[in-house]
């Protein structure tokens, strides 16, 4: 009879909520397979790592994070090192070193390649076979077993198991899944993108874009529901376009707004999405967002650059003033839409003048939150070949200013709020203070709310309370609990 303890699995997840939602499949699968949560990845068995390679530093990220991992496989307190060949050891008894995944776009884009610097990774796969993971951790099992059995285990085995697929018709939605959270789900509703932004590399490493179908999507958010979800995010690089590959498209026409209404049908009580491409955003998803009580009062909405010029030479599809003006309808059709946006600075051939207008817009628009970027190359995107590249020391300057905008307008948003009551979806307490409840509003502020004397944390946590806004600093609101529903 086998009395050995289950292994244990430990996930570290980059980059966007594609990832985090990937994260919760990869979990989910391993756990039908048996194995459990670990800890800490000192004490798992196998460790796999969801990457992003977006921006450079994000690759430099995951480099350093597996690099520092070797010392794990060769603890000489745990393993004896041969003394001829020195990656070589020999493991104790049952004492197996860990074994190292990397899934997610570096696995896509490099497969293979990635061995080259990280020999000690044991698993590479990618962004369109995770459901495979439980499988290539059985496969590295098996040859770290036949190593063994032969009389020694090669730390990084020249057999690594590699597996990468160039596309996939299943969606990773149709798999097990460990939530995080209980009431929180990621509801991908399509895969991939086909916008091409000159900068960006994610078709490359994500494929095309594919809509996963109506039906399915309804009958996801039913379950989800029916297990209790309190809130849903639907997923894509650009949900806007959900739809248009789909039978009951008509002429290519988008059904976003269509997908938003049919899953808020289910009773779910907070709807989400993200992203949206403003070319994309239609006035009929506009009129389902005023209109549909479960819809967030939230919108993310890259705008990238305020300049013609750029947004053109990015190959976004739309002109500031057509971003304005979406701006302005939102505005209109849901009085305290909360807003954030995505924007980036550098872009090659940029000017002062364009950056100037980056942080006009800015200014004009009064974000409740950006997410800054300072343009990162990406091999193989048409931009890397653009020349007129903006020095660093100049784009940095540029960088700072737009982030002192930043925040300067998420303080005025945040402001805005004292006095008000908002409902407050509690997901725990504070990383700061255990008595602290935290959660975010309805338009997806982060706030904090103290924990009432003598209740304990669990019996808020994915609950939706009613507090009073007292205080606001840039990224979070304060205040007082009125009531729990
Ligand atoms: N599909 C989403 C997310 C794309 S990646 C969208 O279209 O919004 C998230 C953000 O990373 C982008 O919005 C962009 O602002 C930023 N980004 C992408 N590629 C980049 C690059 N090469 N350099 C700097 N920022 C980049
Ligand atoms: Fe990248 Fe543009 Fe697609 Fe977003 S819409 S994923 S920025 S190519
Ligand atoms: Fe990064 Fe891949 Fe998402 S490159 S941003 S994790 S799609």
Known sequence: MNTSPAPSYYIK???????????????????????????????????????????????????GQVASLKALKTNPEKYRLSEEDEPRIECGAGQAPPLIAVGGCIGQRDGEKLLESLPHVDIVFGTHNIERLPALYQQAVAKREAAELAGSYVAWQPD?????????????????????????????????????????????????EKSRPMADVVEHARQLVADGVLEITLLGQNVNSYGHDLPESVNGAPLFAE?????AETGIKRLGFATSHPKDLLPETIEVMA????????????????????????????????????????????????????????????????????????EEVVYDQMFTFLYSKREGTPAAAMTHEVPADIAQERFNRLVECVQSSARICNERLVGSTQEVLIEGSSKRDAHMLTGRTFGSKVMHVPLPEGACIDDFAGRIVTAHVEEASTWFLRGSLLDRT
């Open 13 to 63: 997840t980059f980059g966007c909520q594609m990832n985090k939602h990937d994260s919760e499949v990869a979990a989910g699968l391993l756990e039908v397979e048996g194995l459990q949560p670990a800890e800490s990845e000192a004490a798992a068995d196998l460790i796999v790592f969801l990457t992003c390679c977006v921006r450079e530093n994000a690759d430099e990220r995951l480099q």
């Open 160 to 208: 690594a198991t590699v597996e990468i697929e160039e596309d996939s018709d299943s969606f990773a939605a149709d798999l097990p899944t460990a939530r995080e959270h209980p009431w929180h789900a990621w509801l991908p509703i399509t895969q991939g993108c086909d916008n091409f932004c000159t900068y960006c590399i994610v078709p490359y490493v994500r494929g095309r």
């Open 291 to 362: 209109t549909t009580p479960a819809v967030m009062h939230h919108l993310h909405l890259p705008v990238q650059s305020g300049s013609n010029a750029v947004l053109d030479a990015m190959g976004r599809n739309y002109t500031r003033e057509q971003y304005l003006d979406l701006v302005a309808q939102l505005r209109a059709a849901i009085p305290g839409i909360t807003l954030s946006t995505d924007m980036i600075v550098g872009f090659p051939g940029e000017t002062d003048d364009d950056f100037e207008d980056s942080l006009a817009l800015a």
């Open 259 to 263: 997908i938003l209404r049919r899953v």
